[in-house]
Every structure is written in C-alpha cells, then in structure tokens.
C-alpha cells in the first residue's frame, strides 16, 4: 500500500517520505490481536502530527513510523462480535498510521459515519469532537444556557467546540486573529467573534453580560491571565493545548478572590483505556450530527503525497478548520 512515513524528527517540510507498505494485520496497540480494518478515504492533519515530525509529541514512535491519528473509510474487517461489519462508512481514531491507504483501529474507536457527512467531514470527527464534548461536557461542565468562548476558534478544535457547544445549548463567542479566521468561525455558528488582537476580554465580558461561565482554550500563551479574568462567578477554564508555544502558569490567589476554576482536559490520556467513554462519547457526537450541529469544516485537502504541504499549513498558522488528505 501507499503510505507516508517519518523518517527524522528534522520539521514538516523535510521529515517525511512516501513510501509502499505492507498492509497491516488486524490488530491495534490499544486492543492487541483485534482491530477494524479501514480502506481509508480520508485521513485527518493535526497539530500533533506536526509536533511528530520535531520529536515534540508526548508519543514517540521509533522511526520510521506512518504517522496520522484519524481516518475516514470504508470498513474491510471487523473483529468478530462487533457492530461493524465489511462495507460500513465509518471515521475511526487510530492514533497512528492514517496516513497510508489501509490503516487499523480499535473497535471501540470506529464508529458509523452519517450519511450527512462526506469523507473528509469524516476523517475530523473524532479527535477535534470527541475532545470538545469531552472538553465541554465532561470537563467543563458545561450545561444549557451558559456561555462558551473558545480561543482558536477556526482552528480544528476550535471549529469543532463551537459546533458542540451550540449543540449543548451554549452561547458561543469566538476568539481569532484574522478576517479569514472570523469568517471560519462565523460558518462554524460562532454567536459572536472578538480579534485576539484587540479588547476580547472586555468584549467578552459585555457580550455575556458581566463574564463567561467556560473558556476553551487550546492556546494557551500570555492570554491566559485574561481568559481567568473573562470569567464570571464559578467558571472555568478548560485547558487544552499550547498552540501559541508557552504554556502559562496561574497565580491561583486569582481563583480564590473570583471563585473559577481551571480543569485540566487531555482526552487521549483520558478516554483511551475506557472502551465504554469512547463508545458513550461517540453516540453523542453521532447524536449531533443527525440533529445538525456538528458538520466539520474542511479548510484545505491535499493528497497524500503533499503530506508535509499540509503539516507546513498548520505549522505556519495558516489552517482554517480540519485540514484532509484525500487518499482514495
Ligand atoms: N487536550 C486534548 O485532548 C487535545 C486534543 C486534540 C488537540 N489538542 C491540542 O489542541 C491544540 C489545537 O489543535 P488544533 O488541531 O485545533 O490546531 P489548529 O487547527 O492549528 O488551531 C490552533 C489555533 O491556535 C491559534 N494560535 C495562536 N497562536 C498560534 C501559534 N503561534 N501557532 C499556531 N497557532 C496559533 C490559531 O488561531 P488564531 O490564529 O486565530 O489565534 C489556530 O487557529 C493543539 O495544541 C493540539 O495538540 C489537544
């Protein structure tokens, strides 16, 4: 089969190359001796992928290795017992290895992909909106009503916690850096959009009507002090990511004088060893897909050869939404 590997830790422009394959057996390190195999349609490009390629993710692989941690195909096996059979459409988390014409996932991470959605929709439904929900829901706490800023708000995550959080009943205030990325975030159903590069705070503030009750912050960086201060009475902050290179530190005198909270959200390290969340989570993504919330914006597709094109597009600042590469 056709793949793309990394093959040194030198960057996205230079740390990749394509590659044939053997196809891969069905099993999955996660569920070993089982797993679903996938004709991939589409794989999805994310931060962590870029992070890879510098040896900067917290999984790290030996090289060479095909990198790529979600899909959306056609299924060609499945382990016996399962829901899924041969022919299904589904998006699928595989952690590793969507970069290749045939990948492998765990059973309790493949899940039916609607009808609703193509397959490069697909192949960024599970890590950007199995982290909002879990971000939103699980974490954040977040119920009918409230309101939601979400930094990167064009971003994969971002996009993709706007979408869930208007489907949980939110309010949802944007926060970019550009035109371009206002306009994302307005066709992801942002309420509101404030520049990072202005008074989003004070904006924030007066569009909630005195502070915000969950930040999503995939960002991190020198905002962070004024995403604690956009809060109203028993907030929250809900870390996610370091996308803007630092990562921020809390006076916590902050979250005493102010009664919020910062919640820690790391689905991966969370959900992956709890078949059953997977399975839960799923089912209400899947959920607001059919009631049509969630429809994930697809800002770039490359094919697979142009891999490290679409890696130098995140690492430049430059996506908008999920970025895809078309494989079949
Ligand atoms: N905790 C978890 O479970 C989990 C799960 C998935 C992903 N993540 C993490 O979440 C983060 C966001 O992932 P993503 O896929 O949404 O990335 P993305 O699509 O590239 O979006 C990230 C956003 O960050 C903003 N940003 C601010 N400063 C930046 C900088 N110096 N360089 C690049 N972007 C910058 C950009 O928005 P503006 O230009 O508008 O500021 C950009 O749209 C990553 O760190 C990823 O590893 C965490």
Redesign the pocket.
Known sequence: MRAVQIVDLTGPGSALAQVELPEPEPTHMLTPGSGVVIDVHAAGV???EV?QTRGEYQLKPPLPFVPGSEVAGVVRSAPDGSRLSEGDRVAAGCLLGAFAEVAVAPEFLTFPLSDELDYAQGSGLV??YH?AY??LKLRGRLVEGETVLV????????TAAIQVAKGLGARTIG????DD?ERVAREAGADDVVR?DGAWKDEAKELSGGGVDVVVD??G?DRFTDSLRSLREEGRVVV??????SIPEVRVNRLLLNNTEVVG????AFAMNKPQVNREIGAEVNRLVDEGFVRPIVGARFPLERAGEALAL?DA?G??GKIVLDIR
């Open positions: 994310s931060f962590p992070l890590l950007n982290t879990f971000s930094h990167g708000a064009a971003g994969g995550v971002g926060v970019v850096s550009s990325k990072s995939p960002v960086g996610i990511g370091f996308t803007g290179g959200a790391g689905w991966g995140i600042r996506a908008t």
